[in-house]
């Protein structure tokens, strides 16, 4: 198992759009693709509180990318994407790794 863990910044006052859109709208999508989340994260005490911190578990790159690029393409969601963001764009930028557990890790 790997986990991919992606960081989302957000414009300023633009993470609320964001909680929304994974709540009403990705989640749904993500669910009909297969992909898995393993959690959420916002920042309680840090330097920036306009970032989403999130998890998918994937059994595979392989995996990963047949799932991931059939989500992204998916009309659906470029329309609910789009639709997020008629009051302007909601992200800065985004990060994601892949990461890998160790030996002695107790997430497998």
């Given amino acids: 198992m790997i986990h991919e863990l992606r960081i989302y910044h957000c414009l300023p006052n633009r993470l609320p759009a964001l909680n929304k859109r994974f709540e ?5 999508m993500w669910e009909k693709h297969g992909i898995r989340q393993a959690g959420f994260w916002t ?11 999130y998890l998918l ?11 991931w690029n059939a989500f992204a ?13 008629a009051d302007g764009p909601i992200l800065e930028r985004v990060e994601n ?3 890998q557990p160790t030996a002695f890790s107790a997430v497998k």
């Fill in 97 to 99: 790794m892949f990461l």
């Fill in 43 to 53: 920042t309680l005490v840090g330097p920036s509180n306009h970032a989403l911190y």
């Fill in 57 to 67: 578990a994937w059994e595979s790159l392989a995996e990963r990318e047949q799932k």
């Fill in 73 to 85: 393409a998916d009309p659906d969601w470029l329309k609910a994407r789009a639709a997020s963001e």
């Fill in 24 to 28: 009403t709208v990705t989640l749904k």
